[in-house]
């Protein structure tokens, strides 16, 4: 089963899953910002990638918004080339609007991961080569108040019929891209990693995720990452900052 049909695949597995106050509105990316997810799978997701980089779920300005994970808009745009029509989700939060590709806020988060892969390895298509980059959890939760709320703090009645599915997602990719490790962007990441993987998959490493809400990330989360990446046996190439941008898709 290739990227794409993974993906279609998990986005029916969770469609139907019910999830209670404090969760207000729930988005799928997959579905409605699926014409740019399926682009990036399609230009950048490769079998026998050197590490899978996994995520713990979209953020309300990054992969929300684009389809990609950590796909902070701008980025998105002028690194990965892809700039595609976003639908919306079925019931939309006042406070949590989807503009697509219009969207001028950033995610930090997105802009400093994607930002590294740009100075490091100056083009998309390189940096692929030795990553590929993906999110645990496809949905973005919000509570009334439109804050964002993390799968690690659903009930345990709604976290397992969830993870159940995106544990089994996650052996599909692995399965697919053959990676020689399975990195965890953060702690909950690579817990999930360990879960779902088990012994008998590829090695499991960690790195700092670079949420502005990690105080140690915002004391230079590339440098961090970088050496916790080195540690990991990833060799890594000297900056390419300034490189070429790709040429864009509409794929």
């Not at 701008?74 to 029509?85: C, Q, T």
């Not at 590294?116 to 298509?125: E, L, M, P, Q």
């Not at 976290?159 to 052996?171: G, I, K, N, Q, S």
Request: aromatic letters at 8%; charged letters at 20%; glycine letters at 10%.
């Amino acid at each position: 089963m290739n990227p794409i049909a993974i993906s279609r695949w998990l986005a029916r597995q969770v469609a139907d899953l019910e999830f209670g106050p404090p969760t207000a509105c729930v988005y799928n990316p997959l579905v409605y910002a699926r014409r740019s997810h399926e682009a990036y799978l399609r230009h950048y997701a490769r079998p026998g990638v050197t590490a899978l980089l996994i995520g713990m779920n979209p953020g309300p300005w990054g992969m929300a918004q684009t389809g990609v994970p950590f796909g902070e808009v701008a980025l998105v745009r002028e690194f990965l080339g892809i700039e595609e029509p976003v639908g919306q989700p079925p019931v939309l939060h006042p406070k949590r609007p989807i503009e697509g590709f219009a969207c001028t806020r950033s995610e930090v988060s997105g802009r400093r991961l994607w930002g590294w892969a740009r100075d490091r390895y100056g083009t998309a298509r390189r940096f692929s080569n030795t990553f590929l980059i993906s999110n645990y959890c496809p949905l973005v939760f919000m509570e009334a108040s439109g804050r964002n709320r993390t799968p690690d703090k659903l009930p345990a009645a709604e976290r397992e019929p969830l993870f159940a599915a995106c544990d089994e997602a996650l052996r599909r990719l692995v399965a697919w891209s053959r990676p020689r490790q399975v990195i965890g962007v953060g702690a909950f990441a690579t817990a999930r990693a360990a879960a779902a993987l088990g012994a008998d998959g590829p090695a499991i490493g960690t790195v700092l995720h670079p949420s502005p809400a990690s105080p140690a990330a915002n004391r230079g989360w590339a440098k961090q990452a970088e050496q916790q990446l080195s540690g990991l046996g990833i060799r890594l190439p000297r900056s390419k900052r300034g490189g070429t941008r790709p040429t864009r898709s509409s794929a």
